[in-house]
């Protein structure tokens, strides 16, 4: 969660699928798929394709940034 809390704080206005709500429930959503919980609910069809839709414009927002601002090498 403290990646998610500091990604999102830094990038989730400028990379909307960083924007917390949107990124704590791509978390939640893997723990579900990862850490087998009988209690929660099943993952769909639809959140998976609504997954992939955020994860690909999180690609696209992080490739924007990157080409826009490039990290300056380690001196």
Excluded: C, N
């Amino acid at each position: 969660m403290a990646v998610e809390d500091a990604v999102s704080a830094q990038f989730g206005t400028d990379i909307p699928a960083f924007a917390k709500p949107t990124f704590e429930r791509l978390r939640r959503t893997g723990h579900t798929a990862q850490y087998f919980d009988p209690a929660a609910a099943p993952i769909t069809k639809s959140d998976a394709s609504w997954a992939i839709e955020k994860a690909t414009a999180a690609l696209s927002g992080v490739k924007a940034r990157l080409t826009a601002s490039p990290p300056e090498r380690f001196g």
